[in-house]
T-cell receptor, first 115, second 113 residues
Framework: AQSVTQLGSHVSVSEGALVLLRCNYS??????LFWYVQYPNQGLQLLLK??????LVKGINGFEAEFKKSETSFHLTKPSAHMSDAAEYFC?????????????FGQGTRLTINP | NAGVTQTPKFQVLKTGQSMTLQCAQD?????MSWYRQDPGMGLRLIHY???????DQGEVPNGYNVSRSTTEDFPLRLLSAAPSQTSVYFC????????????FGEGSWLTVV
């Protein structure tokens, strides 16, 4: 079965600093990986996804993630944090559950941006 | 540009009451599902459907029922609400297939007292 581990339930960075949110996965097959963002009291919005094309994936709002098979990682980065990036971020791997697609989520990382 | 629509957004229930969370999608997706989100646990799959007339249980199905009479609608029923069902519920849809994006609704915040 697939699994996802997000290192750090809370990350705090200063405005303008690098954002790095860590995600490691466990998968017995080539994975499909996703990052979702959740703003307060809102639903989940797709930031980006990896589907075995380019290992560096660019998403919305200036975020990108790099798939590293040797490290089983899919860390999310943004060069310069904005106040509007404050949210909870979820890494997920696609799995098949009883023949149907499902997402296995990490525990989430809450990102705080300090002025 | 509706996507996945859930209602209600907020609800307070008393223990033992029943209610239905509504979900509709306008993307003609065959695959729909319900997740619950609890602090520190990410999202967990409750029930899912791979098409009209077909439903199945996910990881945490106890206390919930679903039906799929049309492609568009996938309501989630709480049969007899318990405090342990206090959570945020998300409906989702996709074309199916491992690499396809799963689209989520805005969420329903449910409190059982």
């Amino acid at each position: 079965a697939q699994s996802v581990t997000q290192l750090g339930s809370h990350v705090s960075v200063s405005e303008g600093a690098l954002v790095l949110l860590r995600c490691n996965y466990s998968s017995s097959v080539p994975p499909y990986l996703f990052w979702y963002v959740q703003y307060p009291n809102q639903g989940l919005q797709l930031l980006l996804k990896y589907t075995s094309a380019a290992t560096l994936v660019k998403g919305i709002n200036g975020f990108e993630a790099e798939f590293k098979k040797s490290e089983t990682s899919f860390h999310l980065t943004k060069p310069s944090a904005h106040m509007s990036d404050a949210a909870e971020y979820f890494c997920a791997v696609s799995d098949v559950y009883q023949g149907a697609q499902k997402l296995v989520f990490g525990q989430g990382t809450r990102l705080t941006i300090n002025p | 540009n509706a996507g996945v629509t859930q209602t209600p957004k907020f609800q307070v229930l008393k223990t033992g009451q029943s209610m239905t969370l509504q979900c509709a999608q306008d993307m003609n997706h065959e695959y729909m599902s319900w997740y619950r989100q609890d602090p520190g646990m990410g999202l967990r799959l409750i029930h899912y459907s791979v098409g009209a007339g077909i439903t199945d249980q996910g990881e945490v199905p106890n206390g919930y029922n679903v039906s799929r009479s049309t492609t568009e609608d996938f309501p989630l029923r709480l049969l007899s609400a318990a405090p342990s069902q206090t959570s945020v519920y998300f409906c989702a849809s996709s074309l199916g297939g491992s690499g396809n994006t799963i689209y989520f609704g805005e969420g329903s915040w449910l409190t059982v007292v």
